[in-house]
């Protein structure tokens, strides 16, 4: 058992994450009057740390939810990729901040954390889509998502056609597989939207935020890269993958809870009066 009530794991990332993205935005203020050492300080040695941790504590519970469920099912296997999408990211992490590589390793290391982790978490979404879709939720996407996952598909294509002949080709799906990932997500809210609230619902929209959010990490930082935005707002958009790492520590948070809970109600009730 966990050496604290599972109630409390969802509302300490919660704060945490609050209290890292506050001090990151200090960070980010100081730097605009000319301190960018601090900020600099932060995004090597405050931000790595903190990916990290969040990544490890994601990894931890979604190997516990492994043995959750009976080997053979679609929901073990969901967990099984999860945790391995996560401990890629881990190690992109720790390839790209931690070890000393070379150029290809840090190349592979971005590669790792980037579209190789998106191929494992799409394909763990798709498994629990399944599952929703056994169960008879109605998974469909409405006009307002089909304008938002337009938009973008064709940021997407955009940065595809403008990097084809000057990025590593296989960096280049990232953007692709995002979009894809972001069509999942949006399926998911609309499948768990139909549960009226709970915490197996908060667990799959925690992952439709850490998607989104990694998606608006995206477009910003390509903005302000293209000189669509001011280059004082990057950071901005290195700074929104702080919650998203959260988000996804809170995924399995919220379903470890949410089988806890089932637990404590199965021995209250088998319970002697």
């Given amino acids: 058992m966990t050496r604290f009530p599972s109630e409390a794991i969802p509302r300490r990332i919660i704060i945490f994450a609050i209290l890292n993205l506050f001090v990151g935005l200090c960070f980010w203020l100081v730097s605009l009057i000319g301190q960018v050492s601090a900020l600099q300080f932060y995004f090597e040695r405050i931000g790595p740390a903190v ?19 009976h080997f053979d099912t679609e929901m073990c296997w ?32 971005v590669l790792i954390s980037g579209p190789l982790q998106l191929v494992f978490l ?16 109605v998974l469909r996407v409405r006009p307002l998502d089909w304008i938002l996952l337009a938009l973008f598909g064709a940021f997407a294509l955009w940065t595809l056609s403008a990097n084809l002949f000057r990025a590593n080709t296989w960096l280049l799906f990232s953007d692709p597989l995002l979009c894809c990932v972001l069509l999942e997500v949006v399926l998911l809210y609309r499948a768990v939207s139909q549960m009226k609230g709970g915490l197996v619902a908060a667990c799959w929209i925690s992952y439709g935020v850490a998607v989104v959010l990694t998606a608006v990490s995206t477009v910003a930082i390509a903005a302000s890269s293209y000189g669509l935005t001011p280059g004082s707002l990057m950071p901005l958009g290195y700074l929104v993958l702080y919650p998203a790492a959260a988000a996804f520590a809170l995924g399995p948070a919220f379903q470890f809870e949410a089988i806890s809970a089932a637990k404590r109600s199965a021995d209250v009730t088998r319970s002697p009066r």
């Fill in 122 to 137: 799409g394909w763990a979404l798709a498994l629990v889509l399944r599952v929703f879709a056994r169960l008879e939720y």
């Fill in 51 to 69: 990916l990290l941790l969040f990544g490890v504590l994601e990894l931890s519970l979604a190997v516990r939810l492994i043995g959750s469920y």
């Fill in 78 to 109: 969901a967990w099984v990729l999860i945790a391995l999408s996560a401990a890629l990211r881990i190690g992109g992490i720790l390839g790209i901040y931690y070890l000393i590589l070379s150029q290809e390793g840090r190349l592979l290391a």
